[in-house]
């Protein structure tokens, strides 16, 4: 005989099981880091920001712009521009279908102008979410167009980048012509004496940050953001066999010099604005005696 058929079976808790279907789907979410249950709400409110670990949450495109510019005073730009399939490479056209439902972005760039504290400015950002932000020649000319248009109204140009797939391979060498040519952009914005601000979002890899990612008159970089150009895959395939523990994070690039600040989310905006208000104010040159842009 079993032993199993006198033992007292455990009868289901109803009442929880109620309670349970009373939770509203997405009420809580675990941090990615630490598996902290987090109160959505809360963390909303945090602006996406695990408040035990410190981690930085991704934000899609829209999320950056509302976070960046004043409330109502972004203008979406370059919207005509459209991916095309130049090498037929196999199901490219679908998964550009696919991304742009899952995202409302019709490309992994969201470009255009508006305001930080009343300042005028442009700005582009690319979203992990959309094929990880990788560049094309559509995200290469927007990129290429938010850059010039500054350049042209003598404007501060913002770039933000949650780019982790480089140049997208679906379109091959145009792809790679985007690097240089987004980078020629910003040398005549910096020939031209004005302000260029890149921020390095989690991730922040491959094409992006050997071009545009790395040219800024000041860089910041939010923490615990992966900046490198190769992942950690192909590093080690490279001979990298004992890399330090916070190898290709912000907090390891600043203390290499590559860029100026780690800057917490909270922080960001405030940040920008007194970078934008600090390269609005004259100063007198030394050598010519007349006023040019503080840089």
Not at 130 to 138: A, E
Not at 187 to 198: F, K, P, S
Not at 284 to 291: L, V
Request: with cysteine; glycine share 8%.
């Amino acid at each position: 005989m079993p032993n199993g058929w006198f033992r007292r079976r455990k009868q289901p808790d109803r009442a929880a099981s109620a309670r349970a279907q009373d939770v509203p789907e997405g009420l809580w979410q675990p941090c990615t880091r630490c598996r902290e249950l987090l109160f959505t709400p809360e963390l909303e409110r945090n602006l996406k920001v695990c408040s035990r670990c410190g981690y930085h949450f991704p934000l899609s495109a829209r999320q950056r712009v509302s976070l960046l510019l004043d409330p109502d005073s972004f203008v979406e730009t370059d919207t005509d521009l459209e991916t095309l399939d130049p090498l037929h490479f196999p199901r490219y056209l679908e998964r550009l279908a696919h991304y742009r439902e899952v995202t409302g972005l019709k490309d992994a760039a969201l470009c255009g102008e508006g305001t930080v504290e009343g300042i005028p400015v442009t700005l582009a950002v690319t979203d992990a979410g959309f094929l990880m932000g990788s560049m094309n020649t559509v995200v290469g000319e927007q990129i290429t167009r938010t850059v010039e248009r500054a350049t042209d109204r003598g404007w501060a140009t913002i770039l933000v980048s949650g780019s982790g797939g480089g140049a997208r391979m679906q379109e091959g060498l145009l792809s790679l012509m985007q690097m240089p040519k987004t980078s020629a952009a910003l040398a005549r914005h910096h020939a031209a004496r004005r302000l260029a601000i890149v921020i390095l979002t989690d991730p922040s890899m491959g094409g992006v940050q050997a071009s545009w990612g790395s040219l800024g008159d000041v860089i910041l970089a939010e923490p615990g953001a992966r900046v490198a150009f190769a992942g950690p895959r192909v590093a080690q395939q490279a001979g990298v066999q004992k890399p330090p523990p916070d190898y290709q994070t912000a907090e390891f690039c600043f203390r290499h010099g590559q860029l100026d600040r780690v800057c917490p989310r909270r922080e960001l905006r405030d940040t920008v604005a007194r970078l934008l208000r600090f390269a609005a104010v004259p100063v007198r040159s030394a050598h010519r005696g007349h006023p040019v842009l503080a840089r």
